[in-house]
Structures are given as structure tokens and as C-alpha cells.
């Protein structure tokens, strides 16, 4: 089995009321982690590999050790290059051998990110590679938001349209209330619940149910799709962490996204939480420990239980993958 482009995924999530998960991928052991989580449920997947990524591990190695892990595996895996800013960023990834790349425009006005996404989409689609593109600029923490500032960030559906016909981008993400990062939302934006935790305002499902109506049968993208544990932030902060209020998007809303036209969902940040909360717990419990292997051990485990319990519970594609594989 090669790398797969996310085209028939996307198809088949759409028309089923799943989503695939887009997971961040740094190293063997995120890797390894999310690829058995996926293997043990029968779950399509995209990983998705940042510029930082890159920058981090090296093209090849990441290239080498996802191909590894479908070896390994056997699952359906597209490759998919995650917020690509330039042209020649896209077209390295291209040429490098990933099945998808994203051109995240949207910070630039709208005829520029038009005319960016146009060039990668053309580039792309003659070698046989689909593109992601953005519209709306995810909102990020800012303690002193004003609606009208806040509202401006998210898609305007009246966009939509004319931004998919003049691109021909194969999915597009939008911003209806999600980010990136462990502190999507200020305590003064949230209400508590009884236990103290905090309560993010709900999702702009009005904003995604307008974009849908003007692109039918079109794939959605939603990123900053992190849930943010409360055990894994709990346990980073019990072990000498400090992340005071961290606080994500509940598991219900990516649910009720899931089903919807929102054919991918994108989670790094919780798989960074389950990772370093474990990892400093094992140096609590023996701070005597210092072989790479026993406490990569139990941090690529846990990143395989939270994946696993989010292509089962959250995205709803477990199940799924021997469809795309089996023809
Ligand atoms: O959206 C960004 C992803 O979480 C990747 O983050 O740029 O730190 O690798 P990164
Ligand atoms: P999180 O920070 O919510 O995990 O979002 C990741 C993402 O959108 C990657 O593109
Ligand atoms: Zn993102």
C-alpha cells in the first residue's frame, strides 16, 4: 500500500457523517502511536507534517517513517503538508512525495489568497495532489476581544463560493470558533461548570451550516480542534508544569462537526499534553530514570489511547479504513 491522496477518504467521510483525523507528526513515537491506534481500529488517517516539523525532524526521515508505518500497518495514510505558507514550501512537499499540501493564505486579502492557492492548486493537481485552503482567520487568545473584532475572523460564508470555483482547492478550512494551541479561549470568554472547569462559548455551527448550503457535497476542514484533557493538564501541572487554565473545544461540538460536511479535523495539541504530562509524571515517579526508551514507552502508549479514543468516540471513523483498501 503507497501514500493516499485524502479524495476518496473525504468522499467516503462525507457521505458517512465521519471525519478523518489530521494528526501532527514530529517523531517515531507520535508516529508509532497514532498509526497502532489506527491499525487496531480500523481507521483511515491523515498525518501532517508543519514547516516546524520539518525544520525539526528532516523531510526524508518523516517521509521514511510514515511510509514505515504503513508498511507496518497496511492502513490507508495520506501525507499532508500542514499550513504551507509559500508556494515553493508547497511544491517542495510535492515533489518530496506528500499526497496533500494546505496553502494557508487567509491572512492575506482575499484576491491574494485567491491567486496563491490558484498557483499551488495548479501545480499540484498536475502531479496528482490535492490542496487544502483556508478562508477566515482561526481566532487566537486575545484578552480583550471585541465582537465586532472577534466576528471578522471568522469565514464569511458569502466568500465561499467564488473563493472554491476560482482556486479549485479540494477542501477548504474555515474559522468558526476553534484554535490552535492548549488556550483556545481567555477565562473571561468561558463560564465554569461544577467542577470548576472551564466552559468555552460553543462553536458558530450557524456560520459552518452557511458554508455548507452555498458548497454542497464539499469537504470541510476544521484545525485548532484540540480538546485539551483536563487529565493530561492536570497531570503536567502536579509534575512541575505550569499551564494555569488551558482549556479546548468539547468533544460533543467536533462530534456534531464530524457528521456534518467537516470531512477533517486537526489534533496536535492534545497528543503534545498526553505526551509531556506523561513524561513528567515518569521522571516524578523515578526521578533515578534516564534511558530515552522507558519513558517514550509510556508516552507513545497514552498517545495511542487518546488517538484511539478519538477516531472512535469523537471523529467516528473507526471502521472505516478497509473500505479504501479493500476494492
Ligand atoms: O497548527 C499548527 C500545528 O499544531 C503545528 O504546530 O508549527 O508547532 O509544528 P508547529
Ligand atoms: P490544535 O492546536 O487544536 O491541536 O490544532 C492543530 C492544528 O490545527 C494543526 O493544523
Ligand atoms: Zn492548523
Redesign the pocket.
Known sequence: MALVSSKEMFEKAYNGGYAIGAF?V?NMEIIQGITEAAQEVDAPLILQV????RA?ANHTYLLKLVEAAIAETGLPICLHL??GDTFELCKSCIDGGFTSVMIDASSKPFAENIELTRKVVDYAHEHGVVVEAELGALAGIEDDVKVSVEESHYTHPEEVQEFVEKTGCDSLAIAIGTS??AYKFTAAQCTRNEKGELVPPPLRFDILDEVVQRLPGFPIVL??SSSVPQQYVKMINENGGKMPDAVGIPEEQLRQAARSAVCKI?I??DLRLAMTGTIRQFFTEHPDKFDPREYLKPARANIKELVKHKLVDVLGCAGHAHELTNK
Open positions: 501532527n514530529n508543519s514547516k516546524g516539523a525539526y500542514d499550513h490552535h494551541g484545525h485548532g486537526n496536535d495539541s
